[in-house]
C-alpha cells in the first residue's frame, strides 16, 4: 500500500478526538462504522480513563478487513510496536534512577566461621533507588541489615555504570526502610535525578504497575503488571505490622527487594518489598506505599533517626484464649497486652514494667494515658501520637491478682547503630533520647507474611 495512506491512516487513529467527540464517526475492532453519539454534556464529558488508548487505534485499523488488505505483515509489526513505546519510554527515564546493591557480611561470617567456596565471603543483592540529588538512596531494612559494607552500582543514560561504597543514613525497621547516602563527583558520568513521587490517594487497583530490580543479580530487569490490592499489612522484621501496603502481580524476586514500583506515569507509588511465596514470586507481591516512605525517609534524613517512640518491651501478639489459659493453667486475661519481657536496656525497666517470670504472669498493659489499650493493633496506635522523650503514665494489671498499678515512663527509640556495620552518614542528633538496641536475626530479613 501507498505511505501516503498509511500514514494517513495512523493519523486518524491518532486523532483521539474523532473517536472521543465527534458525534458522527467512530472507529471500533470491526472497522470503521457510522453511529449516533448524542451531543449531551454528559457523553462529551467523558474521562480520558475510560477511552482506548490511542495506539489501540492503530492496531483496531491493522486488524479489520480494510486493515489487512493495506497493511503487509511487516507493517502490522511495527504498529504493535507503538502499543510497547510507552513501557520503553518509562524505562529508560527511570532506570538510570536505580541503584545495583551488593552486600558483605564480613562479621557475620566471622562469628560463624563461614566462608564460601574459595575464601569469599557471604554477600548479598538488594535493589535501591535515588531519592534527592544529594546521594540518598532508599532501599528495604532487610538489604542492609547485619551487612559490613554496601555497594551501589549506578548507570547513566548511556549503559554507563559505576560503584560506589555507601554509608549508611538511617534505618525504620518497623516500616522495613533504609536510607544510604553515596557520594557522586561532579565529573562522574552518573547524574543522580530523583524519581517523581506519586501518592497512596492515587493508586487505584487495575491500574498497570513497573518493578525495576536486580532479582537474582540480573541487573535492572523491568517487570510488570497490575496493582491487585491496596491496604494490605504484612510484618515487618522488627515485628510490627506494616499498614497500608500495596499489593501487585508484576514479579518481585530475591534482588528486587528495595527497587521501586511505578505507576504509568513514571511516578514511584511504593517499595518493592516481599512475596508471599517460597523466595520466588507467586504472583502475590507487596510493596511499601510512598506515603509510609515518605514520611519514613524525610524523617531518617533529617534526624538520623526516624521519631517513633517505643516502650521497648516484648509482648504477646494475642491473649490465650480461654480454653488455652483452662488447659495450661495460664490465668485468664481479658483485656490488654500481656508484657513478655522488659530488657534491662529499657526505660521501662527503670520504671518498673514487669514480664513474665518463669511463667508466671506479670503485668498486663491496658492503657498509655487516655488510651485504651486492648490490642496489639491499639497499643501500636497509641505510640504512633508520641515521640521518644515523652513521657506517659501506663495503666497495667499486676500479677495474678490483677492489681491495678499507674506506671510513669519515658518513651524511647531503637538504637540505629546496633542495626549495620557500615559506616554512618550521621548519628541521632538528640543523645539525650533513650534508646533501646534491636538485634534482628538474619533469620528475619525477609517480613514475615500473615494474611
Known amino acids: 500500500m501507498s505511505r501516503s495512506l498509511l500514514n494517513f491512516f495512523i493519523k486518524l487513529a491518532l486523532l483521539g478526538s474523532v473517536y472521543s467527540f465527534s458525534p458522527g464517526v467512530s472507529i471500533s475492532s470491526v472497522g470503521l462504522r457510522n453511529s449516533h453519539v448524542p451531543r449531551s454534556s454528559k457523553n462529551i464529558n467523558v474521562k480520558m480513563q475510560e477511552m482506548p488508548d490511542r495506539r489501540d487505534l492503530v492496531k483496531n485499523i491493522a486488524l479489520t478487513g480494510i486493515g489487512i488488505s493495506l497493511f503487509n505483515s511487516v507493517e502490522i509489526a511495527n504498529i504493535f510496536t507503538m502499543e510497547e513505546y510507552k513501557q520503553k519510554s518509562l524505562y529508560k527515564k527511570a532506570v538510570s534512577s536505580v541503584g545495583y546493591i551488593s552486600t558483605e557480611y564480613k562479621n557475620v561470617a566471622k562469628k560463624l566461621n563461614y566462608t564460601l567456596p574459595g575464601g569469599e565471603l557471604p554477600r548479598g543483592v538488594g535493589t535501591g533507588f535515588v531519592w534527592d540529588d544529594q546521594g540518598h538512596i532508599v532501599t528495604n531494612f532487610h538489604v542492609i541489615n547485619k551487612v559490613d559494607c554496601a555497594e551501589v552500582m549506578m548507570i547513566n543514560k548511556d549503559g554507563v555504570t559505576k560503584k560506589y561504597m555507601a554509608r549508611l543514613t538511617g534505618v525504620d525497621p518497623d516500616k522495613d526502610i533504609a536510607v544510604l547516602k553515596i557520594d557522586v563527583s561532579a565529573y562522574d558520568d552518573i547524574k543522580l535525578v530523583p524519581i517523581p513521587l506519586g501518592s497512596n490517594k492515587d493508586i487505584q487497583v487495575g491500574q498497570n504497575a513497573y518493578a525495576i530490580g536486580n532479582p537474582f543479580g540480573q541487573e535492572y530487569t523491568l517487570t510488570m503488571g497490575v496493582i491487585s490490592g491496596k491496604k494490605r499489612s504484612i510484618t515487618s522484621p522488627s515485628g510490627r505490622k506494616i499498614p497500608d501496603m500495596i499489593q501487585t502481580d508484576a514479579a518481585i524476586n530475591p534482588g528486587n527487594s528495595g527497587g521501586p514500583l511505578l505507576d504509568s506515569s513514571g511516578r514511584l507509588v511504593g517499595m518493592n518489598t516481599a512475596t508471599y511465596g517460597q523466595g520466588v514470586s507467586s504472583g502475590v507481591n507487596f510493596a511499601v506505599s510512598i506515603d509510609t516512605i515518605k514520611n519514613s525517609v524525610d524523617q531518617i534524613i533529617k534526624y538520623g ?135 534482628i536475626p538474619l533469620k528475619q530479613m525477609a517480613p514475615k507474611l500473615k494474611p
Open 305 to 439: 533517626v526516624v521519631q517513633r517512640a517505643v516502650l521497648g518491651i516484648s509482648f504477646l501478639e494475642r491473649r490465650p484464649s480461654a480454653s488455652e489459659s483452662n488447659s495450661s493453667g495460664f490465668p485468664v486475661v481479658e483485656k490488654g497486652i500481656i508484657v513478655l519481657d522488659v530488657p534491662k536496656t529499657s526505660p521501662a525497666y527503670d520504671a518498673g514494667l514487669r514480664g513474665l517470670v518463669n511463667g508466671t504472669l506479670g503485668d498486663v498493659v491496658i492503657s498509655i494515658d487516655n488510651f485504651n489499650i486492648d490490642n496489639t493493633n491499639d497499643l501500636l496506635a497509641a505510640l504512633d501520637t508520641y515521640k521518644p522523650g515523652d513521657k506517659v503514665k501506663l495503666g497495667v494489671l499486676r500479677g495474678v491478682e490483677k492489681t491495678p498499678v499507674t506506671i510513669n515512663v519515658v518513651l524511647a527509640s531503637f538504637k540505629v547503630e546496633a542495626y549495620s556495620g557500615m559506616n554512618s552518614e550521621n548519628f541521632p542528633k538528640n543523645q539525650s533520647i533513650p534508646t533501646v538496641p534491636l538485634d
